[in-house]
């Protein structure tokens, strides 16, 4: 007799190969995802590291420059005077001191601007989570307020993660009209912000009251999945290397959003499940529930508040540690 499989035979061996699949994607992609944070969580304690080697060298902080229509200066050194964000100034304590030097000392304005419009299109992965995105430049929209110290081009650099200016939100501001009218303070938004990094300012270790373990630095920004390649969202249209703007700065005035919520441009937000990555002032590197109530997130959000979280709290679940 010739022995061969029925079709009956081959419908229900095909049936428990489907349910075998079925059964471990879940597991890939549960695996995927994890390698995915570790990787976001070293991108953030790198930066939080940066932040505290400018520290030891200046006695500050870095500021998050003049405003969204200015681009980092490589003649203006490390703090208020610097007219790009806290990207721009922490590049030479991420290795990245050829980038952070492009265009010093050109006389040439025209020609710096054009230099600096190469720095504005370099994208770095140390910037980027990998669950979102690669780190590859992408279209550049911003054409309502041009910058005025860089001639930018189609693309630029972006990054997933943002600092934390205080508790609640503040509008920004474009920055002087010109170098020249720097001096006239007029156009400074931010002298109520309760962060450790927004415009002008020098923050340092004694300015955090509430302690340095409870205060948030910077954090993954809530960014919708609609608009992760396109720039058509002003959170995510300009270079990582201007001065404050919503696309390098974010206000914990409520949880953070996830990706696949609507987007709120001043908001943190990650595309990891009902989670978000900071790091702390301290340096540490924590996960942050979605589902956080309001006043903590708000109170880890405000450098001097008086309202210290206690680790008891994440203990409890209203936040959980990454080591």
Partial sequence: MRRAFTLVELVVVVAIIGILVGLLLPAVQMVRESARSTSCTNNLRQIGMAFHNIHSSFRHFPSNGWGYQWHGDPDFGIGWRQPGGWIYQVLPF??????????????????????LGEVSATPLDLFMCPSRRSGSAFPYSDSVFPLINCEVGLTAAKTDYAVCAGDSVIAGAPGPDSIESFDEHDWIPYEQATGVCFVLNETSMRD???????????GEKCLSVNNRMNGETIGDDQSMFIGDDADNRRWAYKPPVSDWQDEDIEAFGGPHPNRCLFVLCDGSVKAISNDVEEETFRSLGNRMDGKVISPASCVLGQFGYIR
């Fill in 208 to 218: 955090i009251r509430d302690g340095t373990s409870c205060t948030l630095l910077v």
């Fill in 94 to 115: 991420v290795e990245q001191e050829p980038l952070a030097r492009m265009g010093r000392g050109i006389a040439d304005p025209a020609l710096k601007k054009t230099t």
